[in-house]
């Protein structure tokens, strides 16, 4: 079995990816997470998850780019989920964005 990283923004980032996997599984299984058409509140909702996904003691200490990447990391997952939910969820989300 692997050792865990002892530094703090790899262990966050280990764990993000490890959400990530998930996600991605999920999109295998012909499975979609529906994301808001706004901008702000799709960001939002990907940021909380990105925060909610760190552990109390390491919020402190974890550095904005560390923070950015696992942002990116989860909303490339989450944005390629979104070709398999209903056309009209789709046309929704078009509206607002190009996916």
Request: glycine letters at 2%; hydrophobic letters at 35%; a positive charge.
């Amino acid at each position: 079995m692997a050792t865990a990283p002892t530094d703090p923004q790899a262990r966050f980032l280990e764990r993000i990816d490890r959400r990530a996997r998930y996600l991605k599984s999920l999109q295998s299984a012909g499975l979609g997470v529906y994301l808001p058409a706004d901008e702000r509140q799709r960001n939002h909702a990907i940021e909380q998850v990105v925060r909610t996904t760190a552990r109390p003691s390491e919020i402190s200490v974890l550095t904005a780019d560390t923070l950015k990447t696992a942002t990116e990391l989860i909303r490339n997952h989450l944005e390629a989920m979104q070709h398999v939910l209903p056309h009209d969820v789709q046309y929704r989300n078009r509206i607002k964005r190009s996916w």
